[in-house]
């Protein structure tokens, strides 16, 4: 074999289409975005939460384990009650009659609002001194009524109905949706032998939307974790710090000056978010 290659001389790089060369340019202003406000966040919040000793003192506190219990009751009871519902729901505003169209105009109106407003007139409609509620029932009753916020499980209670009243109608637009889906020859031969309304929904509605219902509950679960505005504008974590959940602890600790805390609060989420995410995942994946 000759020492003495011939070598081919570079080939000359193709100039940028000025499609490419936007392209690139507006994914700059995204990138900076990215890492200034979301991976630099991250990083420092795990950096702040490397500690062993501050896993510790948070274990340590009463309310940590009463926030993991307030969380799991309002995601176990919560979503379940507001998916159930939604699916209910969607079989009703599915029915092709005129004023069905108008209820449903008025039936997305809370998910539309601003949350912040919205939550806020309801506290002050369960105010115990010049609430809404309170004033109806002194004047049918001539009593006082109950100071709603300051029972740990009534607040509680009230934060979840938030919950479910304000991201009801979106839900329900999901599965009313999948239900318009199914072809509606399969209602017609089934009307044709006979079948009942349960028995169309058993054999042809369910097994249609069973894989969309449990990926949108799981879903609803996971955004549910980060739901912050429900429980903080509502109760304020009270009374005494007993309606907090994971979204709000953080807060808590912040207010109290312990930023490692709110940081170890943070990052104890994950066991219950990463596998809702995998499972999710897995469902879509199929």
Known sequence: MSTATATLPARPRKPLSPWEFWGRVLVVPYLLIFVIFVLYPVGYGLWLARHPASYVKLFEDPIFFRTVINTVVFLVVGINIKMVIALVLSGFFV?????IKILSLLFILPWAVPSIPTILSVRFMLNPEWGVINSLIFRLTGMDGPNWLNDPTLALTFSMLMHVWKSLPFWTLILIAARMAIPSDQYEAAAVDGATNWQKFKYI?????????LTSTILSMIWTLGDFNSVYLLTGGGPADLTHVLATLGIRYLRLDQVDLAMASIVVALPLVLPLVFFMMKRLSK
């Open 205 to 213: 509605t369910w097994p249609a939307m069973r894989t969309l219902y």
């Open 95 to 99: 029915q092709k009659r005129w004023w």
